[in-house]
């Protein structure tokens, strides 16, 4: 077995080992517990860095399993890394959260057993096993949500599991569709199918078909309006860490199986489709847009703006070009980094002044100024400024959507301006102004050294890749280049 | 039949049904022991595994052909889940057995044997009589089953209702033998044998009793539109009973079922019947369970989804062994796999419900789950691993199980089929993960968890095999 394989199926057992761990040492509790948690998190998160750079570096990333083929290309390699950086950031939360956890041990198991899903989900060559361990992924977020969650919790939690089952089961049925149209048989890995599909050629009524089942599916998944209402509740009454992983990276499977399987292999057949998913995904940027910015309080807001985001990934993907694809890779990273500090910042701003109410708060920069710096850079990171990872993804988005229709791109662009309004103006409502309600009323402390870490790693990415996209875009480049479908309108672009 | 050893069963005809004879056999003995007083309900207990164990010993020895009992089938396969379940229903009613006042742990044990002789006889029957027979006398052991705890009145409703919807079937089937014995004699060929079915066709006699004989085997199997008797007989039956009613009882009706189909000429009225009796299955039993709060009443509920989900297996199946042979293997294969992950769900479901200590199950809410979590782990993560498995999440037996039944639907081409499959599936989630729910939440203040510990092995033991099922299986398949 080869060093970097070892890497890659480290990344995916470790969690799911860690937490078989904890469940053997149920009774021991304490820092036991959180040691075999730290080891499950830090070696994905290590797994995913390793991995990733042998990708980065051009090197063939592959290995077998117990869970199928395992294997990294461009944007599986962007993705995995995506999930080890977001799942050791909340764990670091996890840790040092001003809120006391109640029976932290069952807590950190539930969030291992995610993680190994996510890890899995990103890393496996073989769709039905991407499937798997994102459905897999669900169970652990449910029973987390019921117990540690909101005041609305029950609801909530309910609403998202039969919401997402549903997606879910939908895009199995296109999945399977895809693997029997192809090969008449029950094959289900990529480089096979890709392989089917190039010798014999799909029907494009039918291909059209099986995308519009995989669309509807996997658009729920992403929470694509009109299928969007579960997301909102979730991330507002899920307890933080799992806000993170659910917001930050579960939620990106859909768009993921998109790009990765759906595409490639059932080509022009989507293009129709991908119209209609490309309207549904302007009421995303726009429509919940500005039901972003009526939400007064915090949390509710960052939930919004998580679904308003994911319209203009749609948007990119519908343009089916390297540049749209690619930039819909990059907001996914950078979404996810971004999305997943904001949620940190609306438990510490609950924890230091019981509310996240905005019309409650106000002027809080007076008492910490630390937290305010780093959580205007999360905002500005949040609305796709330059400097970070999210403007490179909207821009390359935007580019490739002027190529595939004007009159799209200048109503995706508003969101832009919209995603500003209500960023900005949730600053200036927590952070500027006269001092709020809540805010005399409490001597609130700044960020401390512990809650900084967990925002510091995911900031640290986020300008990493900002700075310095060719780390993320060499890859993805490589991978998307070399499909077909990605490369139809890509001549008469040039 | 050869005249030369017309009626005269030499020792290999036995070798075909030893299995059942030796589970017959332990029956009797077990009854007997029972009549003695000093007879503790232990060694009642260690006699009944003895005589389960011998019968899966004997099963090396049956799959021979007999030419005196040619109406049954040689395979004899389907004998080991019996088997299996009669092993677990047994371990299940130690306490049970204990909480009644009656010591008469034998007769309890051997009537289960007795049920368990006859389902594996029913289920290897290949001749419309002896499925009647083997029909009848399962039922029989069944209303002394379910009845068992006399003095309660749960019990007693439980059992007459079950008695009434099974004379019920049993009249369907006899009528249905009737009118296909009457259309033998315009053929002029025994068609109570399945494998002469296909000479009905175009007979309207013949259709009317397979339709009649159809309906009767959907009573055992609780599918639309015989489902009715199943949440009031499961709610009200002792829990052992239960088990053994849902998963036995359920995949004989099956495996019979899934005989007869394939044997019956093709038409497609059969399969519109089959499809709309499927769809109507699921949108009953996943809408139906959606209401119910009661622990047993969800799994009566969740089992009438799960007869839809088999039919939607049985019409597939019809409609491509009609295409063809080629998917033969595939489909017996999702048959085996679709009956042990529901066999093995479901007696953890039920394993876990015995551990309630503090009242009579009849009246409870799922509420009494609460508290679960932090007083038996095991049994909390068992019991969610099951409820996944039933629920299709993976990487669960489950799982696989309703993704095999998916892509053969699939390949018979039941498009619309599918997708109610999968509108139930989501529907049931709320009835699964409620039960989920109610299990990691902390108990109410001031109240107390009923639930205490034990089964800790058989738990494991479940809920490893529904994990190695599915991850294993998906191996295979990827």
């Known amino acids: ?494 | 039949m050869d005249s030369s050893n017309g009626f005269i069963a030499t020792s290999a005809d036995w070798l075909a049904v030893l299995p059942e004879a030796i589970l017959a056999c332990f029956g009797v003995l077990l009854i007997l022991a029972g009549a003695f007083k000093k007879f503790p309900p232990i060694a009642c207990r260690m006699l009944a595994y003895l005589g389960f164990a011998a019968s899966l010993a004997a099963l090396a020895f049956a799959g021979k052909e007999s030419a005196f009992f040619e109406t049954l089938s040689s395979r004899a396969e389907c004998t080991a889940l019996f088997v299996f379940c009669g092993i677990l229903s047994v371990s299940m009613s130690a306490r049970y057995l204990e909480s009644l006042a009656t010591k008469n742990a034998g007769e309890f044990f051997g009537i289960l044997m007795f049920a368990a002789a006859a389902l594996s006889i029913f289920s290897r029957s290949q001749h419309l009589m002896l499925t009647f027979v083997a029909l009848e006398a399962s039922a029989i052991c069944f209303y002394a089953l379910i009845a068992w705890g006399r003095r309660t009145v749960e019990n007693l409703e439980a059992s007459i209702r079950y008695i009434i919807a099974s004379g019920v079937s049993g009249a369907f089937l006899l009528l249905g033998i009737a009118f296909i014995y009457g259309a033998s004699f315009d053929i002029g060929s025994d068609m109570l044998y399945f494998g002469n079915f296909t000479e009905g066709a175009g007979s309207a006699l013949f259709g009317v009793g397979a339709v009649l004989a159809i309906s009767a085997v959907f009573f055992k199997l609780s599918a639309f539109p015989f489902q009715f008797w199943s949440a009031d007989v499961y709610q009200g039956s002792p829990l052992p009973v239960g088990a053994f009613l849902a998963v036995a009882s359920k995949s004989a009706a099956v495996f019979v079922l899934y005989k007869m189909l394939i044997s019956l000429p093709y038409s497609s009225s059969l399969v519109n019947i089959l499809s709309l009796s499927a769809a109507l299955s699921i949108i009953v039993g996943n809408f139906g369970g959606i209401a119910e709060r009661n622990p047993k009443r969800i799994i009566a509920f969740s089992g009438i989804a799960n007869a839809g989900y088999l039919l939607v297996f049985l019409t597939s199946a019809v409609v491509l062994l009609n295409l063809g042979a080629e998917n033969a293997n595939m489909i017996s294969l999702t048959l085996v796999f679709y009956v042990l992950a529901y066999a093995f769900a479901l007696y953890s479901v039920f394993f876990t419900q015995s551990l309630n200590y503090s009242e009579s199950d009849y009246n409870m809410d799922i509420c009494a789950y609460n508290g679960l979590s932090q007083k038996n782990p095991l049994a909390t993560v068992s019991l969610t691993v099951a409820l996944a498995s039933l629920a299709g999440i993976p990487p669960t037996a489950g799982f696989f199980a309703k993704l095999l039944v998916l892509v053969l639907a699939y390949a018979a081409g039941l498009y619309w089929l599918m997708l109610v499959l999968i509108l139930g599936s989501a529907a049931s989630i709320y009835y699964y993960f409620k039960w989920i729910r109610a299990s990691c939440e902390p108990a109410k203040e001031g109240a107390v968890c009923g639930f205490g510990r034990g089964y800790a092995s058989i738990l494991l033991a479940l809920t490893l095999a529904i994990l190695i099922l599915g991850v294993k299986y998906a191996l295979y398949l990827c």
Not at chain 1, 139 to 156: D, L, Q, S
Not at chain 1, 243 to 257: D, I, N, P
């Open chain 1, 1 to 494: 077995m080869e060093i970097s394989e070892i890497f890659l199926v480290s990344g995916v057992y470790a969690p799911l080992v860690c937490a078989l761990a904890i469940a053997a040492f149920y009774k021991a509790g304490g820092f036991l517990v959180k040691t075999i948690a730290a080891a499950g998190f830090a070696i994905s998160l290590f797994s995913s860095v390793a991995s990733f750079w042998k990708c980065f570096c051009g090197c063939q990333v592959a290995a077998d399993s117990v869970f199928g083929q395992l294997g990294l290309n461009g944007v599986s390699a962007a993705m995995y890394l995506l999930a080890g950086i977001v799942g050791f950031a909340a764990f670091v939360w996890t840790l040092s959260s001003p809120k006391k956890i109640e029976n932290i041990t069952a807590y950190l198991l539930c969030m291992l057993a995610m993680q190994g899903g996510l890890m899995g989900m990103f890393a496996s060559q073989n769709i039905l096993w991407m499937y798997a361990f994102h459905e897999f992924a669900l169970v652990p977020t449910f029973i987390a949500m019921c117990v540690w969650g909101g005041e609305k919790r029950r609801a909530a939690a309910m609403e998202m599991a039969i919401y997402l089952t549903f997606g879910a089961l939908l895009a199995l049925l296109g999945i399977i569709a895809l693997a029997f149209v192809a090969t008449r048989s029950l094959i289900f890995n990529l480089p096979e199918l890709v392989e089917a599909f190039g010798a014999n050629a799909v029907n494009p009524k039918d291909a059209g078909f099986i995308f519009a089942v995989l669309a509807v599916g996997l658009g729920a998944l992403v929470s694509l309006f009109p299928l969007h209402s579960w997301a909102p509740k979730t991330y507002e009454q899920a307890p933080t860490a799992f806000s993170m992983l659910h917001a930050g990276v579960l939620k990106k499977f859909g768009l993921y199986v998109l790009i990765q399987v759906a595409i490639p292999l059932l080509g022009v057949g989507a293009a129709s489709a991908l119209k209609v998913v490309a309207t549904l995904a302007l009421f995303n940027v726009i429509f919940i847009g500005l039901c972003t910015m009526a939400q007064t309080n915090f949390k509710a807001m960052v939930s919004y703006s998580s679904v308003s985001h994911m319209g203009l990934c749609f948007l990119g993907i519908a343009s089916m070009s390297v540049l749209g694809a690619g930039g819909c890779v990059l907001i996914m990273f950078g979404h996810g980094l971004s999305v997943a500090a904001l949620f940190i910042f609306a438990e510490i701003v609950n924890d230091r002044f019981s509310t996240c109410d905005m019309r409650l708060l106000g002027g809080a920069y007076k008492k910490m100024p630390v937290c305010a710096g780093l959580f205007a850079a999360a905002i500005m990171a949040n609305i796709g400024l330059p400097g970070f990872a999210n403007f490179w993804g909207e821009f390359c988005v935007f580019i490739s959507l002027w190529n595939y229709s004007a009159a799209f791109c200048a109503l995706a662009v508003l969101g832009i301006i919209i995603s500003a309004i209500y960023g900005l103006r949730a600053v200036a409502n927590i952070f500027l102004g006269g001092e709020g309600e809540n805010v005399k009323t409490r001597g609130a402390r700044d960020i401390s050294w512990r809650e900084r870490a967990a925002v510091l790693i995911l900031l640290a990415a986020l300008v990493i890749v900002g700075f310095c996209p060719r780390l993320i875009t060499n890859p993805l480049n490589g991978t998307l280049s070399d499909i077909a479908s990605y490369n139809l309108t890509q001549k008469s672009a040039k």
